[in-house]
């Protein structure tokens, strides 16, 4: 069974920077599709950020394009969120997911819908004060 553990989470001014790291047990990590989604509380509707696929291929929500960067190390099994000029409305609780067979998930709209992802972290969360 996987199991993600994410962190790195906690309070910044808006336009600050913050990084979220998810720790992924599992032998065939490489293989992952590994994202981030998040949401405003426990129970509301997941939010999609970003996703990156096994060759390192990322792919951004239209509100994490071009100050999130989503990346991954396959030598420590970790997958990163660089958040920069972040604004209250990053607000939530960010968690980490993973697609552990992700044949032909990458073309298709799974990759930005919770349902698409089979293992998830338990969450961190963000508050940005403005």
């Known amino acids: 069974q996987v199991q993600l553990v994410e962190s790195g989470g906690g309070l910044v001014q808006a336009g600050g920077s913050l990084t979220l790291s998810c720790a992924v047990s599992g032998r065939t990590f490489f293989n992952y599709a590994m994202a981030w989604f998040r949401r405003q509380a426990p129970g509301k509707e997941y939010e999609f950020v970003a996703?990156?696929?096994?060759?390192?291929?990322?792919y951004y929500a239209d509100s994490a394009m071009s100050r999130f960067t989503i990346s991954r190390d396959n030598t420590e099994n970790t997958v990163n969120l660089q958040m920069n000029s972040l604004e209250p409305e990053d607000t939530a609780y960010y968690y980490c997911a993973a697609q552990t067979s992700p044949t032909a998930f990458w073309f298709s709209t799974a990759k930005t819908r919770a349902a698409g992802y089979d293992s998830w972290g338990q969450g961190t969360q963000v508050i940005i004060s403005s």
């Open positions: 996703v990156i696929n096994w060759d390192e291929t990322p």
